[in-house]
């Protein structure tokens, strides 16, 4: 009869730890499929600058490349030379004023 | 002052044209009329540098870019009498502020259908800024051109 006891008690814990293990699996399957929590999105840091208050300058032209600004003066400093020359070869017409080089740095 | 528009009338005509007209002081940078602008008048310059430019694109950007630019005396924006009566370029003071005498065409053209001779006189006046225009520009084209070529055949 005790045995029979003994036995029934430990088939009753057997029963329970399985149905707990199943339990405890079944739940651990959606933490795998969701997607890891959203972080919040954290700007850049630039990095930090001692000795020095000021930001720094951004970079707007590419390396090789003049300011717009500059280019636009190169520009009407170049019609100025090119009107100038054209001027010259009205007032005195002749092949080699009207082909006479300039010193535009814009096509030199 | 003397207007390259007003060369050999006389003093009471100049005077009567000057009459037609509306002083105008235009600050520095300030737009007198922009390209495609109806032209109803025409300007004398008085005072300061007109700086006429056309928009082109300069690395992706639309940018005025300097063509010419109008001293005292000279004449501005005379397509305000040449057909289809429409600005073709943007005319602004340039680094100081300039003075314009706006002359209206409906106004001109009553004059010189009242005064016929000095009518003339303007239009032949009017043929030799434009015939200038003409040739300077003429003269660039050929000289940019001449250019494209010698860099298509280096």
């Not at chain 1, 707990?20 to 954290?42: C, D, H, I, Y």
């Not at chain 2, 109803?40 to 300069?58: A, H, S, W, Y």
């Not at chain 2, 300097?66 to 005396?73: I, L, M, Q």
Request: some cysteine; hydrophobic content about 50%.
């Amino acid at each position: 009869m005790d045995m029979l006891l003994i036995g029934l008690c430990v088939g009753v814990s057997a029963v329970a730890f399985v149905a707990l293990a199943f339990g405890a699996a079944m739940r651990s399957e959606p933490w795998n499929t969701t997607a890891p929590p959203q972080l919040p999105l954290v700007k850049a840091v630039a990095p930090a600058r001692f000795f020095s208050d000021r930001a720094p300058v951004p970079t707007v032209v590419p390396s090789g490349q003049v300011p717009i600004e500059v280019l636009l003066l190169q520009i009407e400093n170049h019609v100025r030379l090119e009107q100038a020359a054209a001027e010259s070869f009205l007032a005195f017409p002749s092949q080699a004023l009207l082909h006479s080089k300039t010193t535009s740095p814009l096509v030199n | 002052m003397t207007h390259e528009l007003l060369n050999g009338l006389s003093s009471a005509e100049i005077e009567q044209i000057l009459k037609l007209g509306t002083r105008l002081i235009i600050p520095s940078g300030v737009s007198l009329f922009r390209l495609g602008d109806p032209a109803d008048r025409l300007f004398l310059t008085e005072r300061g540098r007109i700086k006429l430019t056309l928009p082109m694109q300069v690395r992706g950007r639309e940018e005025d870019v300097f063509v010419e630019e109008r001293s005292p005396g000279q004449t501005v924006g005379w397509s305000a009498l040449i057909p289809p009566y429409r600005f073709t370029l943007t005319a602004a003071a340039a680094l100081f502020e300039a003075e314009v005498i706006a002359l209206p065409r409906e106004a001109l053209l009553h004059y010189f259908a009242a005064n016929p001779a000095a009518g003339c006189k303007i239009t032949l006046n009017l043929a030799v800024v434009i015939g200038h225009r003409l040739q300077l520009f003429q003269t660039m084209w050929l000289r940019e051109m001449q250019r494209t070529v010698e860099v298509r055949s280096a």
